[in-house]
Antibody, heavy 122, light 109 residues
Framework: EVQLVESGGGLVKPGGSLRLSCAASGFTFNNAWMSWVRQAPGKGLEWVGRIKSKTDGGTTDYAAPVKGRFTISRDDSKNTLYLQMNSLKTEDTAVYYC?????????????WGKGTTVTVSS | EIVLTQSPGTLSLSPGERATLSCRASQSVSSSYLAWYQQKPGQAPRLLIYGASSRATGIPDRFSGSGSGTDFTLTIGRLEPEDFAVYYCQQYGISPRFTFGPGTKVDIK
């Protein structure tokens, strides 16, 4: 069964750091381009960033609100995606989803995890 | 940056009725790069449509997508009770890579 399971969410103070993980199973992780998408309470979806597969260069792209503060990485030996979040702000409070595409199309996401909740508050 | 606008914000309909949801882009979008998602409360989004009109695996044929350029439409032929949810359009571009519309909530009249 194809599955993405996020973990690592929690309560953190403004200015703090947190690392999220996304464990993948049921597909060839090292070929997948992986994204993080977040959703603030009661709001819509916001793309956070993406990492390509290592065979496609392993490069990253980020949304403007998180660029320079968030870093996406991957460990293909562990089938795990990471999101390192530094200098957190209250507006980073959201459910964070990892997502991918199983059909090697980079333009939409057809597999999503259930999400992990990050709360930034003093 | 391409901005997506969805209308209406809320659509109140009865089961069995037809739902027509609109997604308008601030600049022309390649049809290949337009997708639709459904999200129910407490759940992750689910891909419905990609490439503007192709149904994702397992999606019933009452869901259909159409459009080109700056105007795209998601149609739900006859609403089933499980279709009441929020629907988002999404486009793929240069920067940012993915942009979502604000969503249309389809609720029970």
């Amino acid at each position: 069964e194809v599955q993405l399971v996020e973990s690592g969410g929690g309560l953190v103070k403004p200015g703090g750091s947190l690392r999220l993980s996304c464990a993948a199973s049921g597909f060839t992780f090292n070929n997948a381009w992986m994204s993080w998408v977040r959703q603030a309470p009661g709001k819509g979806l916001e793309w956070v960033g993406r990492i390509k597969s290592k065979t496609d260069g392993g490069t990253t792209d980020y949304a403007a609100p998180v660029k320079g503060r968030f870093t996406i990485s991957r460990d293909d030996s562990k089938n795990t995606l990471y999101l390192q979040m530094n200098s957190l702000k209250t507006e980073d409070t959201a459910v964070y989803y990892c997502a991918t595409n199983l059909n090697y199309s980079y333009s939409y996401m057809d597999v999503w995890g259930k999400g992990t909740t990050v709360t930034v508050s003093s | 940056e391409i901005v997506l606008t969805q209308s209406p914000g809320t659509l109140s309909l009865s089961p069995g009725e037809r739902a027509t949801l609109s997604c308008r882009a601030s600049q022309s979008v390649s049809s290949s790069y337009l997708a639709w998602y459904q999200q129910k409360p407490g759940q992750a989004p689910r891909l419905l449509i990609y490439g503007a009109s192709s149904r994702a695996t397992g999606i019933p044929d009452r869901f259909s997508g159409s459009g080109s350029g700056t105007d795209f439409t998601l149609t739900i032929g006859r609403l089933e009770p499980e279709d009441f949810a929020v629907y988002y359009c999404q486009q793929y571009g240069i920067s940012p890579r993915f942009t979502f519309g604000p969503g249309t909530k389809v609720d029970i009249k």
